[in-house]
């Protein structure tokens, strides 16, 4: 691709970028982030839209870092920056400090000539000067060191020097040291410091603002990568990287139900389930007294299954079982089934949640029929443990409801107990490193439940992890595997 074709490329990409990231008027309320398969788009090549996704991924994700960089550039306040003018800025900056490859010149110049063209030629000088300034700021990538007032962290193994001290000191206020040089709200600084202490917290957010790889999990045990799919193992077994992009080769092997996308930390969850149900020790999660009949094939709920990864994990691990994949939202249940129809799966039927209540019934006293040998309650959440993926996450957590979010968790938990069976196994899981929606919060106001007797047989917490190798990359999440006894 010659030189012209790229500064085209980019351009328009930067656009796109700029269109959608202008419409962020509120730090809190960022904007959505249209499908790939949106009319939004449709202006766009293939080639351009990768670049204007990964340009608003990333411009998301450091945004608490550009915009202190800006300021400091500006040198007065940035609250009176038009909408436009502070997304451009924040595409220029990003390319300077955080992307490799952008030539200085190009950078600037299509800044500058962006905001002529979309109606801000006013502010075209200050583009130019802010945009200068930073370059001249920037000293470069060295080896990651430990934080100073001059340096953040780039990625795990790299830091960017620049030409002076301009963030807080991290040796005498290390919070205010990480929301503006990791790029986190204030108030989930101080949560996270709570959660995690000092020495876990850097490592992590640094995760956070990493560009995560695409994981794929194998649903075939014998599943062996096709040369071309650019495909390489990840350190989990089973799961492989996509390492040349989504390729129409990997689009084939998800279609034909041979690879589903997964970090591997989010199919933990099942993963150890189906150690445990290996496991001849472990008691099986059927009361066989009063459920024989269903002991060869397990009757198993997976109750908020969204697009279904994890119901396609559990069918594929668990063949001769009757799985209900259940969900209220009618959209994503209507693409669950031609999923399930695409892939085959005959062990599973989709129902809508209110299906279910309505099925299981009442025995005469006004119990509800336990019918459920295993329950998933993959429960909405936070996304605190995979702020790297949903990257408008961060911003919107200082104003998310969490005391609601962690009633409706509850209710979730306690509406499984009750359509589970007697020595069934209630399997919680979530995408969040927060304690309140995990363990000391939601599962342990069940086992405090006096008129259940329940026991945990399974609970791991994982944090974000990124070690500069795509092949150890893993998002957070928790998962806790209980069994009713009573």
């Not at 436009?84 to 500058?112: F, K, P």
């Not at 069940?446 to 259940?452: F, I, V």
Request: net charge positive; glycine share 6%; proline share 7%.
């Amino acid at each position: 691709m010659n030189v012209a074709m790229m500064f085209t490329m980019e351009t328009n990409a930067r656009a796109v970028a700029v269109e959608l990231l202008a419409r962020w008027r509120h730090l809190h309320e960022p904007p959505l982030i249209p499908e790939h398969k949106s009319a939004f788009w449709s202006n766009l090549s293939p080639r351009d839209r990768v670049l204007a996704f990964d340009l608003i991924h990333g411009i998301i994700r450091w945004r608490g870092t550009l915009d202190h960089i800006i300021r400091i550039s500006l040198r007065r306040s940035d609250d009176q920056l038009e909408p436009l003018v502070r997304a451009i800025l924040q595409l220029g900056a990003y390319q300077l400090l955080m992307q490799d490859g952008a030539a200085d010149y190009a950078v600037i110049d299509t800044s500058v000539n962006l905001a002529r063209q979309r109606g801000a030629a006013r502010a075209a000088g200050l583009v130019n000067a802010v945009l200068r300034h930073i370059q001249r700021l920037r000293v470069g990538a060295q080896p990651r060191q430990a934080p100073r007032p001059d340096t953040f962290a780039l990625d795990a193994r790299r830091q960017m020097r620049l030409s002076k001290p301009i963030f807080p000191d991290p040796k005498t206020d290390f919070p205010a040291y990480l929301a503006a040089a990791a790029s986190h709200p204030p108030e989930l600084v101080a949560a996270m410091l709570a959660w995690l202490g000092p020495d876990l917290i850097l490592p992590m957010m640094i995760a956070d603002n990493c560009r995560p790889p695409i994981v794929l999990r194998a649903d075939r045990t014998d599943f062996s990568p096709p040369l071309d799919a650019g495909l390489r193992p990840h350190e989990e077994p089973g799961y492989f990287l996509a390492a040349a992009g989504w390729t129409p080769s990997v689009e084939e092997l998800v279609q034909r139900g041979e690879l589903s996308p997964q970090d591997s930390t989010a199919g933990l969850a099942v993963r150890e389930l189906i150690g445990l149900l290996k496991n001849r020790s472990m008691e099986q999660p059927v009361d066989a007294s009063a459920h024989t009949e269903r002991s060869a094939n397990l009757k198993i709920l997976d109750l908020c299954a969204g697009l279904g990864t994890k119901t396609v994990q559990l069918a594929r691990a668990l063949p001769t079982a009757d799985i209900t994949a259940a969900d209220m939202a009618p959209e994503k249940l209507q693409r669950l089934s031609l999923c399930v129809r695409r892939l085959g799966l005959t062990n599973v039927r989709v129902l809508p949640v209110a299906m279910i209540e309505s099925d299981t019934g009442s025995y005469p006293d006004g119990a509800r029929d336990r019918s459920f040998d295993i329950i998933l309650v993959d429960a909405p959440c936070s996304n605190t443990g995979v702020l790297a993926r949903r990257v408008q996450s961060r911003w919107r957590w200082p104003v998310l409801n969490r005391a609601a979010l962690f009633e409706q968790q509850r209710k979730l938990l306690q509406w499984a107990a009750g359509v589970l069976a007697n020595r069934g196994w209630l399997v919680y899981s979530t995408c969040s490193i927060d304690p309140e929606e995990n363990r000391s919060g939601v599962t342990e106001a069940l086992l405090q439940d006096r008129q259940s007797s329940w026991r945990v047989l399974s609970e791991k917490a994982v944090l974000p992890a990124d070690t500069g190798d795509p092949a150890q990359r893993r998002d957070g999440g928790f998962i806790c595997i209980l069994r009713r006894d009573g």
